[in-house]
């Protein structure tokens, strides 16, 4: 296993173990852990700078999330980007969407109408630098604003879960280059029917935004193989 490029952030307000698990769920769907790579419980604890419990703590509940997966007599690994596990999240992600973007229509103020505008356009100016996680952060930010927008907590919170387990298919989707225009004018259409309180397109267009990312994650995946 190779040295790991990332470290510890320590959180006064949780316990070791927690921060240990956020550490390498964030390193794994960030691909800072690859698909494949062997999760070595020494080598991690010496890199984390602790012992190797809340390392086996925290593998075995990324296992439980599906990121992670034990093979006999070979131990710990990264789990592979899957088509299923892909189609999983993101058919959950497609009808959570549709329902925020269609309560935002409703609910939506002019103050969030703005910072939506504003997270787009940050977006775009992302997507010259280059930088994958800055990128998919701001892409994270503008749905968050939708999110926000529709006032309902149990929402957000499902919406905000789900966004923790399909951070790696978003950066995925985000490496290509090919797709950034179409992101472009996706986000500026779904600000535009959501503005307008045009709940059945806005709906439309959010879906067909999901669709396009399975579809262009799904043609990676197949051509990794």
């Known amino acids: 296993m190779k040295e790991p490029n990332f470290e510890v952030s320590m959180n006064e307000y949780l316990p070791l173990r927690d921060v240990v698990f956020n550490t390498l769920r964030q390193a794994i769907l960030r691909g800072e852990l690859k698909p494949g790579e062997r999760l070595m419980e020494i080598q991690l604890a010496n890199k984390l700078g602790v012992s190797r419990t809340p390392i086996r703590e925290a593998i075995r509940k990324l296992e439980l999330e599906g ?49 939506l505008k504003e997270a787009a356009e940050y977006f775009q100016s992302t997507l010259k630098s280059g930088d994958i996680t800055k990128i998919a952060e701001a892409d994270v930010k503008f749905h968050d604003v939708i999110y926000l927008a529709t006032d309902n907590q149990k929402l957000i919170q499902l919406l905000s879960n789900l966004g923790e387990q399909m951070y790696r298919y978003r950066v995925e989707y985000l490496k290509r280059s090919d797709f950034h225009q179409q992101l472009i004018d996706e986000h500026e259409e779904i600000i535009q029917t959501i503005e307008t309180g045009q709940k059945d397109k806005a709906a439309k267009v959010v879906c067909q935004h999901v669709d396009n990312q399975v579809e262009a994650v799904i043609d990676t995946i197949r051509t990794k193989k």
Do not use: F, H, N, Y
Request: include cysteine.
């Open 67 to 115: 990121l992670v997966l034990m093979i006999p007599r070979k131990g710990a690994e990264v789990a592979e980007i899957t088509e299923k596990s892909l189609r999983d999240v993101l058919e959950v992600r497609r009808a959570l969407e549709e329902l925020a973007v269609r309560l935002a229509c409703d609910k939506i103020s002019e103050e969030k109408i703005q910072e």
